[in-house]
DNA sequence: ATGATACTTAAGTGACGGCTTGACTATCGT
DNA sequence: ACGATAGTCAAGCCGTCACTTAAGTATCAT
């Protein structure tokens, strides 16, 4: 069961990366963190088509880093933070880990560099 | 010149992300967080080639999230902090902007109830 | 009702990604 | 010197990716 949430954690964090490794998808996400926006007007600066858009959209929306409703006939969309979460939290623990480890190889060096102080000084 | 420093930036965080965006090279990340590991011990976990891990090695090296000396005929490798800063400090801004706009939001709907209650109370 | 707008879907294409095998090199222990 | 160990390089396989075109559907304006 827990292997099961790390799988499928796992498989979230395939999609969040994957998304966030576009160019023109990073492009999306920081037009929508400037407002939300319909298809066309991501597609404009994109200079591809409306259907690549929606391609993108799609994977966007897997990562859940953007979500979208459809009014009329037009889709509205707008930033998800769910995504931007997961990607966040995963790379602030590994940092922590390796910090941490860090820390601890700082302690450790200190220590010895302490001993010989200590040692020369007994051999004074 | 401005552009060409986006392109980079743009280039840098595509392999970035795309280093991050599979799950044996998270385990290899994660292994390396809790300290540095050869070739063969990063291998024996993933079940994979050493050959694979190599290819995998290149794409996290590229990406600034690994480094790596060979002495003799082991290879060690360990964490690098740039890669991982920079996806941290593109998802930072991003949010920033995007919590910002919400803020403006929270404050424009704030004064329209504002005005509401100052209309109500005139009319009283 | 008609034309224009805003997507949506399906199929195809060329490039790239992750993995393997197999042959090779360099280094270590004895 | 010898076999075992640790890694490297090249080729090939198969699936996925980003994109396009082409043909739809649904909605809006007149």
Redesign the interface.
């Known amino acids: 069961m827990v292997k099961q949430m790390l799988n499928q954690n ?1 498989q979230q ?2 999609h969040v ?2 998304a ?4 023109n998808r ?1 492009a999306i ?2 037009q ?4 939300p926006a319909s298809v066309s007007e991501l597609a404009r600066p994109l200079g591809v088509t409306l259907a690549a858009v929606v391609q993108h959209l799609q994977v966007l929306e897997q990562g859940g880093l953007v979500r979208s409703e459809k009014v009329g006939r037009v889709r509205t969309c707008h ?1 998800e ?1 769910s995504g ?1 979460d997961a ?2 939290d ?3 623990e ?2 922590a ?2 910090e941490r ?1 860090l820390d601890r190889l700082g302690e450790v060096l200190a220590e010895q560099k302490q001993e010989k102080v200590k040692k020369r000084k007994r051999d004074e």
Chains 1, 2 share one sequence.
């Open positions: 796992a964090l395939d990366f994957r966030l490794a576009d160019a990073r996400i920081d929508l963190s400037r407002g930033i933070s931007l990607a966040r995963w790379l602030g590994r940092r880990l390796w480890r």
